[in-house]
């Protein structure tokens, strides 16, 4: 089994900046693309950056610029490093991660960015 568990988000100010993390535990190889996500209410969920286990990343055009993510591998943690948010980045972030065909996803960390 696997569990994604995301921690570090919270309420800032326009302009502000928040680091989101995610631990995963159970039986998912650091080997793994790690996956942030976002999800407005009423709204499809939508990417936000991915990572391999590489180095390499990927952003969306909304996070291009502002967001980092990053991983620890030897903690199987992968980071969101957001900067600049705006009003329009207030979401509940999910981090994702694919395993033996199945996709594990946390249950979420709320971001609320205030004008």
């Known amino acids: 089994q696997v569990y994604l568990e995301e921690s570090g988000g919270g309420v800032v100010r326009a302009g502000g900046s928040l680091r989101l993390s995610c631990t995963a535990s159970?039986?998912?190889?650091?080997?793994?693309?790690m996956r942030w996500h976002r999800q407005v209410e009423g709204k499809e969920r939508e990417w936000v950056a991915g990572?391999?286990?590489?180095?390499?990343?990927r952003y969306s055009e909304a996070a291009e610029g502002r967001f980092t993510i990053s991983r620890d591998n030897a903690k199987k943690t992968v980071y969101l490093q957001m900067n600049n948010l705006k009003p329009e980045d207030t979401a509940i972030y999910y981090c994702?991660?694919?395993?033996?065909?199945?996709?594990?996803w946390g249950k979420g960390t709320s971001v609320t960015v205030s004008s």
């Open positions: 990572m391999s286990s590489r180095g390499l990343t």
């Open positions: 994702a991660a694919p395993w033996m065909g199945a996709d594990y």
């Open positions: 159970g039986a998912l190889p650091n080997t793994t693309v």
